[in-house]
């Protein structure tokens, strides 16, 4: 069982930037794959960027140079830094871990946090 809580959301200006973490539980972490995620309202949830074993990177097209995941597996906590936001980047964000997959979809997932609201203004 891994437990997940982003923090770090916000309201911010377009142009600005912002920094969300992951916390996690778990023995195992450091071996799962952590993606994140993000909702705006009225869409489906889309991927965002993922991060296996601390350098194996991918993101989406539309954050690509923007957005930096990382994680601390000491902390047990993977981050997510975001510049350059845009109107169109506002949405609740969600971390998630599998423990196998290289995969974006969100049904690949095992287990969500609850989300932290970013809202980006223009």
């Known amino acids: 069982q891994v437990q997940l809580v982003e923090s770090g959301g916000g309201l911010v200006q377009a142009g600005g930037s912002l920094r969300l973490s992951c916390a996690a539980s778990?023995?195992?972490?450091?071996?799962?794959?952590v993606g994140w995620f993000r909702q705006a309202p009225g869409k489906e949830r889309e991927f965002v960027a993922r991060?296996?074993?601390?350098?194996?990177?991918y993101y989406a097209d539309s954050v690509k140079g923007r957005f930096t995941i990382s994680r601390d597996n000491a902390k047990k906590t993977v981050y997510l830094q975001m510049n350059s936001l845009k109107p169109e980047d506002t949405a609740v964000y969600y971390c998630?871990?599998?423990?196998?997959?290289?995969?974006?979809?969100?049904?690949?997932?095992?287990?969500w946090g609850q989300g932290t609201q970013v809202t980006v203004s223009s």
């Open positions: 991060i296996r074993s601390g350098i194996v990177t």
């Open positions: 998630a871990v599998s423990p196998s997959t290289y995969g974006i979809g969100t049904h690949e997932y095992d287990y």
């Open positions: 778990g023995r195992t972490f450091s071996t799962y794959t």
